[in-house]
Nanobody, 117 residues
Framework: QVQVVESGGGLVHAGGSLRLACVASGSSSDIAYMGWFRQAPEKQRELVAEVVVGIRTTYSDSVKGRFTISGVNAQNTVYLQMNSLNPKDTGVYYC???????????WGQGTQVTVSS
């Protein structure tokens, strides 16, 4: 059984920064991909950034150049450094992990990020 726990959300003014952290526990084969999603009010959940540690990172166009995802493979930990935040970044941020070739299926409880203008 894989468990995923996020931390680090909060309230910040526009232009500020936050760092989210996520720790996953379970089989390493189930944690090959680690991703951050967000869900704004009345919008669908979207993938913000994804990492395969030591191999590649991908970002949505809306956060490219402002957010940085990084992982520590041995600790099954992933971070999301968010800079130059704006109100459109407001939402619940979820960490999720998945095995190779499978959809994201293990989710954390989510952490609220609120950016005030």
């Amino acid at each position: 059984q894989v468990q995923v726990v996020e931390s680090g959300g909060g309230l910040v003014h526009a232009g500020g920064s936050l760092r989210l952290a996520c720790v996953a526990s379970g089989s390493s084969s189930d944690i090959a991909y680690m991703g951050w999603f967000r869900q704004a009010p009345e919008k669908q959940r979207e993938l913000v950034a994804e990492v395969v540690v030591g191999i590649r990172t991908t970002y949505s166009d809306s956060v490219k150049g402002r957010f940085t995802i990084s992982g520590v493979n041995a600790q099954n930990t992933v971070y999301l450094q968010m800079n130059s935040l704006n109100p459109k970044d407001t939402g619940v941020y979820y960490c999720s992990v998945r095995p190779v070739g499978s959809p994201y299926s293990y989710w954390g409880q989510g952490t609220q990020v609120t950016v005030s203008s």
